[in-house]
């Protein structure tokens, strides 16, 4: 499956639109890494326990993105996003894109 940000596929041919199609993942930190990115914040330097979170909690935004795709028939996404929010103490990504189907 091709997942794009651009609104197109270069050397492919868009056949079907089939709608805008959502990842959305919300993940909570538990308290020790919490505690250890607070020590962190108070001291200085990069809060590596937080940017590990993000890594993955975007994978699996994008992956519920393409499992989404194919449940309505798509071999393709485009026009992708990714946008981050937090509630709290836990940490929200929703991948957004518009799925289609390419020859």
Same mark, same amino acid.
């Given at each position: 499956? $091709? ?7 270069k050397g ?9 199609i959502?990842?959305? /993942?919300?993940?909570? $930190? ?11 914040n ?7 326990? !937080?940017?590990?979170?993000? /890594? ?8 519920e ?12 996404? $485009?026009?992708?996003? /990714?946008? !981050? ?10 991948a957004?894109?518009?799925?289609? /189907?390419?020859?």
């Amino acid at each position: 499956m $091709i997942i794009t940000t651009t609104n197109e596929i270069k050397g492919k041919e868009i056949k079907e639109y089939r709608g805008i199609i959502f990842g959305e /993942v919300i993940n909570g $930190i538990d308290y020790g890494r919490d505690f250890a990115a607070a020590f962190k914040n108070f001291y200085g330097g990069r809060v590596t326990e !937080y940017e590990e979170e993000l /890594v993955k909690s975007r994978a699996d935004a994008i992956k519920e993105l393409m499992n989404r795709a194919e449940q309505v028939g798509a071999n393709a996404v $485009i026009g992708v996003t /990714v946008d !981050y929010e937090t509630i709290e103490t836990m940490l929200m990504v929703v991948a957004t894109g518009t799925a289609v /189907v390419i020859e």
